[in-house]
């Protein structure tokens, strides 16, 4: 049997789940991550970064927009799984909560510095269902 807290984290870790994946499918599927200029893309993909000639900016932007998805995919799945199957190990660890939790912080403060406000109000959503989660395991 499920319990609130288990429900709560349930949902922060689909959400962040669910923004991974569509970050994801957005990396590779048509160009909403593409800039409106054609003249600046054309570049990006011409221009190496100083660090390496191995890659171009394009291409160093494409796999960081990958494994940035890779990673709230990952966390996503790990705690839903830790929310439903493991919820006695979660809500157990003061580790893992706080983890999950910095993890959770650092995303809201990158998506309001850096982002758009559909993944910063997706994030924000999943560390307020988390803190919720948190309350409720500990009440």
Sequence with gaps: MFTLASVFFSASATVVLLVGSLHLLFTY???KLHPRDATLAKRMQEVSPIISRQT???RA???FHA???LGAILFGV???YLALEASH???GSKFLLGLGFVYLVAMV???KLY???IPFRGIALATSLYVAGIIAAVA
């Design 29 to 31: 599927r048509g160009e």
């Design 56 to 58: 171009t900016i394009w």
């Design 61 to 63: 932007g494409v796999g």
């Design 67 to 69: 494994s940035h998805s």
């Design 78 to 80: 790990l705690y839903l």
């Design 89 to 91: 190990f979660l809500f």
């Design 109 to 111: 403060v990158l998506a």
């Design 115 to 117: 982002w758009f406000s």
